[in-house]
């Protein structure tokens, strides 16, 4: 899990926490300075005069200056404030420091020297820069948070159209299958019935998730293919390997699918005779390759049976880019005969 993501991390935030760390140290840094010049009872008044001093110099200048002036580029102004600021820290520094040492060491403080006041105007300068320091960091780093959000959920956004694109697509393709063999008053169509429901079960509620077993998606590919062996018959030829162990693998769901149905509604439903779809899936520890071929229509049947392409391909390169970023190939190729495709990813 991603610091941007984690639940201690926006606890830590909300309470504020880690200006309590901060200052937590800063005490205990001031108080074993102090602490090898006057006894510890001494050490640990001016360490927290010290820091609280500092500490109301800090969240002026953070919570106050910096979002009145510096925000408004007043930059002139935000300098001069700032300044001024701090001379007078030092001043009310060296008064409540001197006060302590009466109070606890009954001897007053040689306080008006110029290089006590350039010491600690060095200090709470010093202080405020690494405050403002790790406050530009931890600024940036919400940036950081909300853009990473932000492309999370476009992306979750955007995948969830593509999916939209794909189930409503498939169900008519899938009902124009079942008219056909109704009007044929096909003995087949009750199993086609069957198979469809199998598939649609898949689709509604595995399909909204965005990762599957990899198990649940061959089964899904092969009760696809059942049921265009119910609507084809044994004019074409099926075939479809897998080599390999799925167990254990996760996939995006219904990621083949545009393949498959393009085989099927630009290949070889459109020949008389002879056609043929091969599937291979060889799955390796790290890595998935998926090939399918399927043979082409002659020009002649083409013509005369051909229809306007489908929704294929640009649509599961998006997917494929926002799932799989820099973790796949795709290659398509067309050499007039036969269509194929060859797509290699890395599981995530």
């Not at 110099?57 to 600021?85: G, P």
């Not at 020297?113 to 405020?128: M, P």
């Amino acid at each position: 899990m991603s610091l941007a993501n984690s639940e201690g991390y926006s606890k830590l935030t909300q309470y504020k926490f880690h200006h309590f760390a901060f200052w937590l140290a800063y005490f205990a840094f001031w108080y074993f300075f102090y602490n090898e010049e006057v006894s510890r009872g001494s050490a640990f008044v001016n360490a927290f005069v010290t820091v609280s001093v500092q500490g109301i110099v800090v969240y002026f200048n953070m919570y106050f200056l910096f979002n009145k002036l510096f925000k408004q580029k007043m930059y002139f102004s935000y300098v001069i404030s700032l300044v001024l600021s701090v001379f007078l820290a030092v001043l009310i520094w060296a008064m409540a420091l001197n006060s302590a040492s009466i109070m606890t060491n009954h001897v007053p403080l040689d306080i008006w020297r110029w290089q006590f006041f350039a010491g600690g105007f060095a200090s709470i300068t010093f202080t405020l820069g690494i405050t403002m320091s790790l406050k530009m960091v931890r600024q940036w780093y919400e940036r950081e948070r909300v853009t990473e959000n932000l492309e999370r959920i476009n992306m979750e956004t955007e995948l969830k159209y593509l999916k939209t694109q794909i189930n409503p697509h498939f169900l008519f393709n899938s009902l124009n299958s079942l008219y056909a063999l109704t009007l044929k008053k096909s003995d087949k169509a009750p199993e086609l019935v069957l198979k469809l429901s199998e598939i649609l079960r898949y689709v509604l509620y595995d399909g909204s998730e965005k990762w599957v077993a990899l198990e649940k998606e061959i089964n899904y590919l092969k009760s696809y293919l059942d049921l265009e062996k119910i609507r084809n018959g044994d004019r074409l030829d099926f075939e479809f390997n897998v080599n390999g162990n799925p167990a254990t693998k996760q996939i995006a769901p219904m990621l083949f699918l545009t393949f498959l149905e393009n085989s099927f509604k630009h290949g070889i439903s459109q020949k008389m005779e002879g056609g043929f779809v091969s599937i291979d899936m060889d799955i390796e520890p790290d890595n998935l390759v998926f090939k399918i071929q399927n043979s082409k229509p002659k020009e002649k049947e083409k013509r005369l049976n051909g229809k306007a392409g489908g929704i294929g391909i640009e649509n599961i390169k998006k997917r494929l880019a926002l799932l799989y970023p820099d973790k796949h190939t795709l290659k398509i190729e067309d050499d007039g005969e036969k269509y194929s495709v060859n797509l290699n990813l890395k599981f995530n």
